[in-house]
C-alpha cells in the first residue's frame, strides 16, 4: 500500500515539475530546476535498473555454479 500511494505522488511530482518546465510564464531558474531535476530523476532511474539487472544476472551465475 505504501509502494502505491510513494509511486501515485511521484507520477504526480513528475507532472507539476513537467508543467514547471513547460510554462512559459514560469522564471527561468524554475524551468531550469524543473527540467534539471526531471533528468537526474531520469537518470537515476536507468543507473538502478541498470544495477539490478547486474544483480540478477549474478544471481543467476552463482545459482547455476
Known sequence: DTM???????M???EVLK?????SAATDSSRV?????ILELGLNSA??????????????MMSNG
Open 19 to 23: 508543467n514547471i518546465m513547460n510554462d
Open 4 to 10: 502505491k500511494k510513494a509511486q501515485a505522488y511521484s
Open 47 to 60: 543507473e538502478q535498473e541498470m544495477i539490478l539487472n547486474k544483480i540478477e544476472t549474478l544471481e543467476r
Open 33 to 37: 530546476s524543473a527540467a534539471r531535476t
Open 12 to 14: 504526480e511530482s513528475l
